[in-house]
């Protein structure tokens, strides 16, 4: 499609491969990574529909995409819990981000749907959104990218350790990355 990538808002990212980060807050630069970060989730993470039931759990899978430190935790606590202080932290920040980030995501799926990347399905709950991926208009190659090498590779260790991850619920999700690692969660 002609010009899609102006239609998104921007070609690539901003910021060069090498200098990506873990997202700990929100400044003009960084709603672009959090609208790339959003795609990526659905296109990685939102099984054969490319859809995630329950918008409010893509600030939470953004953290794990962006972050292999979190993946590598999930692996090596899977069915144990968090046994130092260091991961226990670790794992509580990306809550906390995550729980930051809920309302700028929000929006940003709001302007992504204006522009026809993403389609929003209401649900039988007013604040809560089905979110699904309208993959004929993203540009082509998008994915492909060297660019999202490692978000590629975290999101398919996300998909090993929790099969069917974009049917989970938003509790069910939040029980099996924190929860169940000793991590207390407030979110609902």
Do not use: C
């Not at 002609?2 to 690539?12: D, I, L, V, Y």
């Not at 809550?95 to 039988?124: C, P, W």
């Not at 090498?149 to 029980?175: G, H, I, M, V």
């Amino acid at each position: 499609m002609e010009n899609s990538h102006e239609q998104f808002g921007a070609g690539e990212p901003k910021r060069p491969h090498k200098s990506k980060r873990p997202l700990f807050f929100i400044s003009g630069e960084d709603l672009y990574f959090v609208a790339y970060s959003i795609l990526l989730v659905l296109e990685h993470l939102g099984g054969s529909a490319k859809r995630v039931k329950d918008h409010r759990k893509i600030a939470y899978l953004i953290q794990f995409l962006g972050d292999s430190r979190l993946i590598d935790l999930l692996e090596r606590t899977q069915g144990i819990g968090v046994a130092n202080a260091t991961d226990r932290e670790l794992l509580f920040t990306s809550y906390t981000n995550a729980e930051l980030h809920k309302r700028e995501v929000y929006k940003i799926i709001f302007s992504m749907e204006r522009r026809g990347f993403l389609h929003m399905q209401r649900t039988d709950r007013p604040e809560i959104i089905d979110i699904s991926l309208i993959s004929d208009r993203v540009p082509q190659g998008f994915f492909a990218s060297d660019a999202y090498a490692d978000e590629r590779a975290n999101a398919e260790s996300l998909k090993k350790l929790f099969p069917r991850l974009s049917a989970l619920t938003f509790d069910s999700l939040l029980e099996r990355l924190y929860k169940d690692r000793g991590v207390r969660v407030w979110a609902s």
